[in-house]
Every structure is written in structure tokens, then in C-alpha cells.
């Protein structure tokens, strides 16, 4: 668990740049806009992840890597249905804090990948967490959330909701940057949106229409050509080995 300074240092900065602001400004563009608005901005974050890697030389931006990140863009915008929907609201400051959450999203994908090649992923997300927590706890001290007198159901929905919303996904994706490169990564992360239509059509009975459903095949089309190994480069799928 002891890390050099340098190192803890990327990760503090992870936690607070990356998974707190990324979840803060997600949220509060939720409220300024509306949840298409705010998903559709944030997921443009596979295209500044791509730009970043090609501008560092990490990357080459290959046909196969535009044509994936444009299909996954294009197929968010059906499934949310921004299209020809009045839903899709602009709001100056709902549309630039969905950007920053857009940037803290490919942020800690991009630090993420390159702290995860040297340590354990169990190692890293106890350090990102627990430095988003301290950064909260610093910015929202516990007597502020106390004033709220939040009812035992509100606690009991909070706790779960961190369970499975924030430290399950969270668990979850560092494994895969373990595996994967950021672009890669990010690209499947795009099933996000498309969960969440599938899961509100099956468990709620809502209905999903035709270009929902163009939308998945596309999101997923998209999956499929940023996961296959590009030929022409004889790039490998899996650049980092799992530590366990």
C-alpha cells in the first residue's frame, strides 16, 4: 500500500480531477439541462481521449479508431433521441459544466491507464476514492449534510446508491483499463446509455422505438471495430498485462 509521493500525487489528482469532478458536473448538468443533454456532451469524451493519444504520439488516429468513436457518438444520439426531440435543451451553463465532465471523464481514463500499468487496480481505486471522499469531505464538511436531516430512507437510498452506482462501476472499469488502452475503453463505455434504455424498457415497460434501437446497433457496430486488431498496424487488443 505505500506508494512513492509522486505516484500519490496522480492519484489524488485522479480522484478529484477525474471521478469527483466527473461525477459532479455529470450531475449538475443533469439539472441544468436535462439527462440527454448531459449524456450526449459527456460522452463526447471518447474524441478528446483519441485526440489527446494522437497529439502525444501514443496513438495513431487510424480510420478504424474515427470510424468507432463517430459510430458510437452517432448512435448515443438515437438512443437518447435527440433527434427531432424537444428534450434536448441548451443551457450555457448546463451545456459547459456536461463538457468538463466530458474532459474529468477522458482525464481519468488517460491517468488511469497509465497508474493502473505499474499497481494493483484494487490498490488504485482505494487511493481515487478515498481522494474524491476527501475532497468532498473538505468542500461539503459533515455538519453541512447533518443540517439536511436526511429521513433514514434518504441515508439507506445514498448508501446503496454509492454501492452500486459509484464503487461497483468504478471496480469494474479500472479492471478493464487494466486491460484495455483508453480509447478502447472509453468506446465501450458507450453501452452506458444503452443499458439504460434496455434495462427502463424490460424493468419499466417503456417502449423503445426504431431509432433506439439503430442507435444499440450502432453503439454496439462501434465496439466491435475499436476492439479488433488494426491490421495494417499489427496493434494488439490487450496492452497491458492484469496484475494481480
Known sequence: MRLPGADLGRMFLLGVLGVAASNYFYYLAIQRTNVATAIILQYTAPVWVLIY??????QKATLQKIAAVTLALAGISLVIGIFGSSQFRLDKLGVTVALLAAFSFAFYNIGGHSVLARYDRWTVLLYVIMSASLFWVIINPPWKIAAAHYSGAQWLFLEVFSLISVLAPFAFYFAGLQHLEPTRA??????????????AAIALGEVM??????????????????????????????????IE
Open 209 to 242: 422505438r426504431p431509432a433506439q434501437g439503430i442507435g444499440i446497433a450502432l453503439v454496439l457496430v462501434a465496439i466491435l471495430v475499436v476492439q479488433s486488431p488494426d491490421r495494417k498496424l499489427r496493434e494488439p487488443v490487450t496492452v497491458v498485462e492484469p
Open 186 to 199: 472509453i468506446v465501450v463505455s458507450c453501452l452506458e446509455p444503452v443499458f439504460s434504455i434496455l434495462i
Open 53 to 58: 493519444a494522437v497529439a502525444r504520439g501514443q
